[in-house]
């Protein structure tokens, strides 16, 4: 099991790059698939991107596609993504997910470990 920590969070304008990293502690970072999603007020939580753990297949959700990159970088333990173009539909809690030997899936319920969330607002 990996314990994820997110950070790099904020509050920017409409246009902007923002750049959120998650860092796992555990062994088995390597082995994982790491995806994030994101929430935003009353609304459910939302596939965002992921990265297998292979780092050969990379999967993102239309809303993002071209704006985002999702990168891995496994002697760090840390997957990151890149934001840029913020909208400020983009304003949510982002969250780190993993799981174990998985492939790029956009489902919740795939994932077996997540993060506390990191605040990101996009104000016009």
């Known amino acids: 099991q990996l314990r994820l920590v997110e950070s790099g969070g904020g509050l920017v304008l409409a246009g902007d790059s923002l750049t959120l990293s998650c860092v796992a502690s555990?062994?088995?970072?390597?082995?994982?698939?790491m995806a994030w999603f994101r929430q935003a007020p009353g609304k459910d939580r939302e596939f965002v991107a992921a990265?297998?753990?292979?780092?050969?297949?990379?999967n993102y959700a239309d809303s993002v596609k071209g704006r985002f990159t999702i990168s891995r970088d496994n002697a760090k333990n840390t997957v990151n993504l890149q934001m840029n173009s913020l909208k400020t539909e983009d304003t949510a809690s982002y969250y780190c997910?993993?799981?174990?030997?998985?492939?790029?899936?956009?489902?919740?319920?795939?994932?077996?470990?997540w993060g506390q969330g990191t605040q990101v607002t996009v104000s016009s």
């Open positions: 997910a993993a799981i174990r030997y998985g492939n790029v899936w956009s489902a919740i319920s795939q994932y077996n470990d």
């Open positions: 555990g062994t088995t970072f390597s082995m994982s698939t």
């Open positions: 990265i297998r753990w292979t780092g050969d297949s990379i």
